[in-house]
T-cell receptor, first 116, second 111 residues
Framework: AQTVTQSQPEMSVQEAETVTLSCTYDTSESDYYLFWYKQPPSRQMILVIRQEAYKQQNATENRFSVNFQKAAKSFSLKISDSQLGDAAMYFC?????????????FGKGTRLHILP | DAGITQSPRHKVTETGTPVTLRCHQTENHRYMYWYRQDPGHGLRLIHYSYGVKDTDKGEVSDGYSVSRSKTEDFLLTLESATSSQTSVYFCAINPGAGGYTFGSGTRLTVV
């Protein structure tokens, strides 16, 4: 069975600094998606970034980028120039790409604090 | 997200009472999901649906049932609520671009 592990329950970073959130996953599949979701205090689940496993290039969305290491099954999220609005719970997630109805599996989350 | 709404947003109920949470989408997507979120557990799948009257169990389905009589509505029912079902419940749709779109969640407290 596929699993997603986030080993850092909480992290803190100074405003304007860079922080990296770690995620590892376990799968025997070769084709899959990986995601980072952000959950601010409003509780809304917001998709931050998505990576398709067949793409070697790391995904980037503005200040958010990932380091996708397929062989190591690692998928870390880097937030540059951290802002107060980045404070949230971040979830790493996995989904097999074989079928449209494959379900997303979530890690337990990392709570990120931004220090002013 | 404007295409998916959950109701109610908050609910307090007593142990042993039935509770129904509603998820409504305007996007006409085939796949819908119910997750629960608990501290230290992330989001865990309760039930999902791949069409009208087609539903299946997720990893934490005990004590829950679902129904989907119309494409736009997916109902989650707690037949007899217990304190262990105190949680935040999320509905999600699968627009097909890889990730899901989530509703804003229902915070359920069972006292």
């Amino acid at each position: 069975a596929q699993t997603v592990t986030q080993s850092q329950p909480e992290m803190s970073v100074q405003e304007a600094e860079t922080v990296t959130l770690s995620c590892t996953y376990d799968t025997s599949e070769s084709d899959y998606y990986l995601f980072w979701y952000k959950q601010p205090p409003s509780r809304q689940m917001i998709l931050v970034i998505r990576q398709e496993a067949y793409k070697q290039q790391n995904a980037t969305e503005n200040r958010f980028s990932v380091n996708f290491q397929k062989a190591a099954k690692s998928f870390s999220l880097k937030i540059s120039d951290s802002q107060l609005g980045d404070a949230a719970m971040y979830f790493c997630a996995y989904r097999r790409a074989m079928n449209r109805d494959d379900k997303i599996i979530f890690g337990k989350g990392t709570r990120l604090h931004i220090l002013p | 997200d404007a295409g998916i709404t959950q109701s109610p947003r908050h609910k307090v109920t007593e142990t042993g009472t039935p509770v129904t949470l509603r998820c409504h989408q305007t996007e006409n997507h085939r796949y819908m999901y119910w997750y629960r979120q608990d501290p230290g557990h992330g989001l865990r799948l309760i039930h999902y649906s791949y069409g009208v009257k087609d539903t299946d169990k997720g990893e934490v389905s005990d004590g829950y049932s679902v129904s989907r009589s119309k494409t736009e509505d997916f109902l989650l029912t707690l037949e007899s609520a217990t304190s262990s079902q105190t949680s935040v419940y999320f509905c999600a749709i699968n627009p097909g671009a890889g990730g899901y779109t989530f509703g804003s969640g229902t915070r359920l407290t069972v006292v």
